[in-house]
Nanobody, 126 residues
Framework: QVQLVESGGGLVQAGGSLRLSCAAS????????MGWFRQAPGKEREFVAV???????YYADSVKGRFKISRDNAETTVYLQMSSLKPEDTAVYYC????????????????????WGQGTQVTVSS
């Protein structure tokens, strides 16, 4: 059974940094894209970043240049390094695994992901 467990969230001042981790278990993930999404209060969940099976990365425009997604060599943990944080980055952050093997696009759609973590809260104070 696939399990995703996020950690690393917390309270940080604007301009600060946090690193989120997503520990994945239950199968081999090397053939799958893994992404981060977030949901702010009163808003829909939105795409943040993804790393695909080739190691290519893609980001939402709102975080480009500030966030960096990576995965470890064993491909069981995905990280989201967040820098220059802003109050508008406040949200619950979720990691997810793409349902498709060797996917080549459409990483931004929630419907392409079939396993999700429980989420970790990130709060950025002004």
């Amino acid at each position: 059974q696939v399990q995703l467990v996020e950690s690393g969230g917390g309270l940080v001042q604007a301009g600060g940094s946090l690193r989120l981790s997503c520990a994945a278990s239950g199968r081999t993930f090397s053939s799958y894209a893994m992404g981060w999404f977030r949901q702010a209060p009163g808003k829909e969940r939105e795409f943040v970043a993804v790393i695909n099976w080739r190691g290519s990365t893609y980001y939402a425009d709102s975080v480009k240049g500030r966030f960096k997604i990576s995965r470890d060599n064993a491909e069981t943990t995905v990280y989201l390094q967040m820098s220059s944080l802003k109050p508008e980055d406040t949200a619950v952050y979720y990691c997810a695994v793409d349902r498709r093997t060797h996917a080549s696009g459409s990483y931004f759609r929630e419907t392409e992901y079939d396993y999700w973590g429980q989420g970790t809260q990130v709060t950025v104070s002004s």
